[in-house]
């Protein structure tokens, strides 16, 4: 124990044996003139003289107070000394109570830290376990799915390595086709070529200057423009492009206007043909291989140099046409004819060495229609056609017909009653009705039939 711990001590003590005395009762003054005893410790026992107040000294009193004061104050420090050892008693037993309890709930405290300890370390244990479990059956899961990868990624290979053999052999298979093939367009291509070398003749067209042979050949190049059936506007405009192109192609072969069969047709049209022909720089020629009435009869009379087979049939007669309106107006109308005859009979009679008039009364001496109509080798000598031709030689004619059926149709189209189908040509007067004319038109065809009729 040290001198702290020590002084402690002897001050509870002090202060226990001082509430000690305070709690004794108090003993009554003693009477006047009676001896005072004032208990003392042990073994000292104050004795005082008892003296009547009167005769007591003031020091005495002085020290009797004094003295008394002592003793209360001795008596006090005991009361305090026994009242400090009292308390400082039950503070040991309260700290000893206290230590146990200390002690009890430290215990406690220690057992339950224990059994925390405990539990955590058996917590800690089951998720180190649980850990570990999941741990394993995760590598064992990475594992199997490595496992996985590696059978996909070896399934993927095998696929892979068969898909290209199967691509090889697809290709091998598909070069093998092309090359079958290959062959098989190539002799289809040669025979085709073969078949196409049959059907052109190995010969060109041939110009020349002069086409006409002292045998009586007409030798037609493919410098040719047929005219067949009704004469239209569209028909014009056909022949003319013609010319101009074969005129821009050359200008020292003749062109030739080839009519098998044509009963004629409007007459500003004809005229624009005729027109065209006298405007080309090569010489533009007519040949009639069948029939050419009115307008293209006009035409091939009027054309620089005419042919036609001696069986062929030239017609000449006056423009016919329908008036209508009042009589002024039909006057008019016929007064616009008459120009139009005057200017197309004119130059025919006239090459023919005759008046327009007498080409008139000619026309029906012959045929009471008006409807002069000769053979080309008769005609030959009205003048209506120059030569008279035995044969001719189409050198333009180098693909078979047969190959070129549309092509020579179109090319060459016949009088609807012996063709079949439409070409550029027949649109005018196809199934017999004639387009409408302008008003200063009048049509100049052949038609004893009636067959052709306006809309």
């Given at each position: 124990m040290n001198s702290t711990q020590f002084s402690t001590l002897v001050l509870f003590s002090l202060i226990a044996n001082s509430q000690a005395h305070a709690q004794a009762p108090a003993s009554p003054p003693p009477p006047a003139g009676q001896v005072s005893v004032v208990a003392q410790p042990p073994a000292q026992v104050s004795v005082?003289?008892?003296?009547?107040?009167?005769e007591k000294s003031e020091a005495q009193k002085k020290l009797d107070a004094l003295k008394l004061e002592n003793a209360l104050r001795e008596e006090t420090l005991k009361q305090q000394l026994s009242d400090a050892n009292a308390k400082l008693a039950k503070l040991r037993i309260e700290a000893d109570l206290g230590k146990t309890e200390a002690d009890g709930e430290l215990a406690a405290r220690r057992q339950q830290l224990e059994k925390q300890k405990l539990e955590l370390e058996e917590t800690s244990a089951r998720f180190q376990l649980e850990n570990s479990r999941k741990q394993a059956a995760m590598e064992a899961e990475l594992v199997e799915l490595r496992a996985q990868k590696d059978r996909?990624?070896?399934?993927?290979?095998?696929?892979?390595?068969?898909?290209?053999?199967?691509?090889?052999?697809?290709?091998?298979?598909?070069?093998?086709?092309?090359?079958h093939q290959l062959e098989v367009r190539a002799k289809i291509s040669e025979r085709e070529g073969?078949?196409?070398?049959?059907?052109?003749?190995?010969?060109?067209?041939?110009?020349?200057?002069?086409?006409?042979?002292?045998?009586?050949?007409?030798?037609?190049?493919?410098?040719?423009?047929?005219?067949?059936?009704?004469?239209g506007y569209d028909t014009a405009d056909r022949i003319a492009d013609r010319i101009d192109y074969f005129n821009n192609k050359n200008q020292e072969y003749p062109i030739f206007i080839v009519i098998d069969d044509s009963?004629?047709?409007?007459?500003?049209?004809?005229?624009?043909?005729?027109?065209?022909?006298?405007?080309?720089?090569a010489p533009v020629y007519v040949v009639v291989k069948s029939f050419a009435a009115s307008m293209a009869a006009g035409i091939t009379t009027l054309a620089e140099r005419s042919f036609a087979y001696p069986n062929a049939i030239i017609l000449h007669h006056q423009i016919s046409g329908g008036i209508s309106g009042n009589m002024t107006i039909q006057r008019e109308q016929v007064k616009e004819t008459e120009k139009w005859w005057q200017r197309l009979a004119g130059p025919i009679a006239k090459k023919m060495g005759i008046t327009t008039d007498d080409f008139i009364n000619q026309m029906y001496e012959h045929t009471r229609t008006g409807d002069w109509r000769e053979f080309a080798d008769s005609a030959a000598k009205l003048k209506w056609v120059d030569v008279v031709i035995q044969r001719?030689?189409?050198?333009?004619?180098?693909?078979?017909?047969?190959?070129?059926?549309?092509?020579?149709?179109?090319s060459s189209p016949r009088f609807p009653s012996q063709q079949s189908g439409s070409s550029s040509e027949t649109r005018v007067g196809a199934d017999g009705i004639l387009p409408r004319l302008n008003p200063v038109d009048c049509y100049y065809i052949y038609n004893p039939d009636n067959y052709y009729h306006l809309k």
């Open positions: 005082v003289s008892q003296q009547p107040a009167s996909a990624e070896l399934s993927a290979a095998l696929a892979e390595a068969k898909a290209k053999q199967v691509v090889s052999e697809a290709k091998q298979r598909e070069i093998a086709l092309n090359s073969d078949l196409q070398a049959e059907n052109y003749a190995p010969q060109k067209p041939v110009y020349l200057k002069d086409p006409l042979k002292p045998d009586g050949t007409l030798v037609l190049s493919d410098r040719r423009i047929p005219l067949n059936g009704p004469i009963p004629g047709g409007s007459v500003m049209a004809g005229y624009k043909i005729l027109k065209s022909m006298q405007s080309s720089a001719c030689q189409e050198t333009s004619f180098v693909v078979d017909p047969n190959v070129q059926v549309a092509a020579t149709t179109a």
